[in-house]
């Protein structure tokens, strides 16, 4: 799969979400640095930005047969993405499972500031910025649309 129509598809998806819930989610079109969606709320007087990170296979997974467990979370991030924070940015990593024709992407709902102080320690040290979270520390963010929705009221 094309890695430009995954991040597309992605976009796509969350911007869908936030319309299926009542906000107006505007695609940028690579003319907004580093923000994919505008969200406003329905009178506009709230806005915030969102970064998409997707990818094909986020999940990654331990053990065989029933030990099979998800384990931990991987996406392409950027060291611009793991140094940036703001109230009003957020990153809506979405994970596409390989998306086949009954899957359900998950997409997690992530404050910039909670990014930028996971990355923090190692981000300096490393060529290219990857996020690896474990699966568990994740968990709190996942299809949590109520992170966003709370801060556009």
Request: hydrophobic fraction near 40%; proline fraction near 5%; charge should be neutral.
């Amino acid at each position: 799969m094309n890695s430009q129509l995954i991040g597309t598809g992605g976009t796509y998806y969350v911007m869908a979400q936030l319309a299926l819930r009542g906000f107006h989610a505007s695609c940028t079109f690579g003319n907004a640095p580093y923000v994919d969606v505008l969200v406003s709320a329905p009178d506009g007087h709230t806005t915030v930005s969102v970064q998409v990170k997707t990818a094909w296979y986020a999940t990654r997974y331990k053990g065989r047969g029933e030990d099979r467990r998800p384990s931990e979370l991987q996406w392409s991030l950027g060291y611009k993405a793991a140094t940036t924070s703001s109230p009003n940015l957020f990153f809506a990593f979405v994970d596409l499972f390989g998306i086949e024709a009954d899957t359900i992407p998950d997409v997690y709902i992530v404050p910039s500031k909670s990014i930028k102080s996971y990355c923090a320690p190692w981000v300096d040290k490393v060529s290219w910025v990857r996020l690896h979270i474990e699966y568990e520390d994740f968990q709190q963010f996942r299809n949590n649309w109520d992170i966003l929705l709370k801060a556009l009221k």
